[in-house]
């Protein structure tokens, strides 16, 4: 049986766990290799789990029936040891010559390439390439900085995991008996992981691949130069936004065309370091596209920019066209017109052609790359050469039509003023005719005249600053028209006499006739009458013998005027508010010989006609006399009035539920009382305050019952204040009868 059983393992001996690349393999991802390695191992435990142990049952089935049960104990643990070696054996196999793989990517610690290194030697067609069974490759996004699409680490992981899964088929390997007999053992005796060859294995494996690894980490330093790329979206985009010359344009175009070409040849498409091939393609695909697209962004702010100034170009042009080819229909406009004119010439076309100038640059440079302007584009640009080369052209046509209709204007102008200077020779005649009036019954007519000749003159001189306007515009000399000063001058002693006339004949109506004399105000009375009285003494040496009539009238008014202000201090005398006591009305009714209150309807008029202008100085007298017995009832009124807003302050004194009177209100009394004191003794000696003596002294008495109270209380309250802290201490209310 023994020997039977070795001849059947003969068939699965050679079945590896591992099925592994050999040198002349093309390189796969760590998923491929994963994969087929656990396929194959899942093939290999199949079969023994299979077939291997069908067959080893079958033997058992045939041999089973001529043993004893001790004879069977023993064939079944020699055989399950044997078996237990066999797949120990074929599991340490395995593993060993997946150790021998590994073997192939082992160096000294020094000769382990660099990435660096492996470029420049793969360069040169005569160096041995590396022995590579992987592949891994890059990538990278704005978001994300570029990296191995496979974790470094986690391939190490993969790569040592396989050991485990093969050391892992010994585990649960179910013993060949169990299916035709019964046994207490389940399963065969498994291999571990600290089983010392399978550890020093694992070990030197390890080791490999860590030192692989460190080297292919490298592979990301060659690209820390360019990473800068990913993210010169929002660099290009700041910089278009931004102002630049064409100079820092061309840097920046220059800068990742250069980049795109020390990309290419600096930067392989693969990278074969020992034991993985390093993918470059997608990472230099997008960094090469990244140099051509920020190339493409600027060239196409470059087109924009042209597209753009032409436009303003045009815009400019158009702008120029209207504000030279207006219709010069007035001065104003042939002024702006001119000055257009002059602008393009000195300053606009040097601009203009300054910025075609620079428009055609940027063009040039455009035309020097790659970057392809439509037919369209050009066909703009041209027409925009065409407007700046017919600017001049425009302004010389323009220039002689505008020089015509200056001259047509200047004519326009020069009859004008002809025109103006004979409305101011009629003017001045209709001035003089105003002589020619005599009586003050004429007021009406002559003022209406005279305001309408004001009228006249105001729009004269905004006339004649017009035509001063215009001639400033046009470069000429403002003309004077004298006669225009001439005749404001000559009309103004006229208006003043008759607006002179006509308030006096208003007011004498109003003062003496229309309104009742106590209605009067005399402040205004005397102020307008002075006023009047004033231009009345000018006008009677404004005019002369030259105009008799004026003069005539100056000086009646100055007479009417004069005799008027005669009668101003009884006006003020029955005016007075103080005459407001019927004794008092009694006193003047006696002295006039005519019956009068301040209610009854006396006007002007009527005082004038009874002469009681004659009777003046005893009038003033009473009229005095009133106005200071007024005042004193006015004072002794207020001195009531002010204790209206005195305010008696109580304060809560402590928790006493007593109150006491506030500093405040004690110093507020106390000062007015002393005031209105000395006011009212004063008032008792003044000999306007008998008619109401009583009233003084009555008063004068509240004022002192009030003092006396007002003391009696604060010495109360003060002795209170001292003895009320006394008499509320604990010891002494003890001492209190209850």
């Known amino acids: 049986c023994t020997l039977t059983f070795k001849n059947i393992w003969s068939e699965y001996e050679p079945k590896h766990f591992l099925s ?9 991802t760590i998923e491929e290799f994963i994969k087929n390695q656990n396929s194959r191992l899942a093939e290999v435990k199949a079969a023994l789990t299979g077939t291997w142990m069908k067959a080893i049952q079958d033997i058992y089935k045939a041999e089973i029936h001529q043993m004893n049960k001790k004879q069977a104990y023993i ?42 290194q492996i470029i420049q030697e793969e ?56 299916t035709i007999a019964r046994s207490e053992k389940m399963f065969l005796w498994p291999v571990t992981l600290e089983d010392l060859v399978i550890q020093n294995a694992t070990k030197e494996i390890e080791i490999i691949i860590n030192d692989n690894i460190e080297c292919i980490e490298h592979v990301l330093e060659i690209f820390e130069k360019y990473a800068f790329l990913l993210h010169e979206e929002d660099v290009v985009q700041s910089f278009i936004e931004g102002k630049h010359t064409r100079k820092e344009y061309q840097a920046e175009i220059n800068k990742y065309e250069q980049t795109y070409k020390a990309l290419n040849q600096e930067i392989p498409f693969y990278i074969r370091m020992s034991m993985i091939l390093i993918d470059c393609t997608e990472v230099k695909k997008k960094l090469l596209a990244i ?28 702008r120029i066209i209207e504000e030279i080819s207006g219709k010069a229909e007035t001065v104003e406009k042939l002024v702006e017109l001119e000055a257009n004119l002059e602008k393009v010439r000195k300053v606009k076309y040097n601009e203009i052609t300054t910025s075609f100038k620079d428009l055609t640059e940027w063009l040039f440079m455009l035309y020097s790359t790659n970057h392809k302007i439509s037919e369209s584009d050009l066909s703009r640009i041209s027409q925009t050469s065409d407007q700046v080369k017919r600017i001049m052209e425009e302004v010389n046509n323009n220039e002689d039509r505008i020089r015509k209709e200056r001259d047509d204007l200047e004519a326009k102008l020069r009859k004008r003023k002809h025109e103006f200077s004979d ?40 006339e004649m600053n017009d035509i001063n306007q215009k001639e400033e515009l046009i470069g000429w000399q403002p003309t004077e028209f004298p006669k225009l000063a001439e005749a404001v001058a000559a009309l103004k002693p006229y208006d003043q006499l008759w607006k002179l006339v006509k308030n006096f004949q208003t007011y004498h109506s109003q003062w003496t006739k229309e309104k009742v004399i106590f209605k009067l105000d005399p402040e205004f009375v005397e102020k307008e009458t002075k006023m009047m009285l004033s231009t009345a003494r000018k006008m009677t ?16 008014m100055l007479q009417e005027i004069t005799a008027f202000s005669q009668h101003i201090p009884l006006v003020r005398c029955l005016c007075n508010p103080g005459l407001n006591k019927p004794y008092h009305w009694e006193e003047i009714s006696a002295i006039g010989e005519y019956p009068m209150t301040r209610d009854k309807e006396v006007y002007l008029k009527t005082l004038i006609e009874l002469e009681f202008y004659t009777k003046l100085p005893k009038l003033e007298e009473i009229s005095d006399f009133a106005s200071k017995e007024y005042t004193n009832e006015k004072i002794l009124e207020k001195m009531k009035n002010d204790w209206a807003e005195i305010v008696c302050e109580l ?88």
């Open 123 to 178: 360069k040169d067609p005569k160096t041995p390439i590396e022995d590579v069974f992987l592949v891994v490759k890059l990538d990278c996004d704005e978001k994300k900085p570029i990296s191995f699409n496979d974790n470094l680490q986690s391939i190490r992981s993969e790569l040592l995991k396989l050991i485990e899964n093969i050391v892992y088929v010994s585990h649960g390997f179910y013993r060949a008996e169990n």
């Open 423 to 462: 409305n101011l020779d009629k003017i001045v005649a209709q001035i003089d005719r105003l002589k020619e009036f005599s009586s003050p019954l004429q007021s009406k007519d002559a003022n209406d005249i005279i305001d309408a000749l004001n009228k006249t003159l105001n729009d004269y001189q905004a």
């Open 651 to 738: 304060k809560p004194w402590k928790d006493t539920g007593t109150f006491a009177v506030s500093g405040n209100t004690v110093d507020e009394v106390q000062q007015l009382l002393d005031d209105q004191m000395v006011k009212t003794q004063t008032m008792k000696g003044s000999p306007y305050a008998k008619r109401f003596e009583n009233e003084i002294k009555e008063w004068e008495e509240w004022l002192k019952y009030t003092q006396d109270v007002f003391e009696y209380w604060v010495k109360v309250q003060s002795v209170w204040l001292y003895l009320e802290p006394v008499f509320a201490s604990e010891d002494i209310m003890k001492q209190m009868p209850t």
């Open 75 to 116: 064939f079944f643990e020699s055989n399950a040891t044997l078996m237990a070696n066999q797949l120990r054996i074929l599991i340490t196999n395995s593993i060993l010559e997946y150790r021998e793989f590994f073997r192939r990517f082992e160096k000294k610690k020094q000769d382990y390439k660099m990435p660096q």
């Open 20 to 28: 592994l690349p050999t040198k002349e393999d093309p390189p796969m």
């Open 541 to 556: 040496t404004a005019f002369t013998k030259a105009t008799p009539h004026p003069l005539s009238i100056a000086n009646k």
């Open 291 to 318: 140099c051509q697209k920020m190339i493409r962004k600027l060239l196409k702010a470059i087109h924009n920019y042209i597209h753009d100034q032409a436009g303003c170009i045009t815009n400019e042009y158009n």
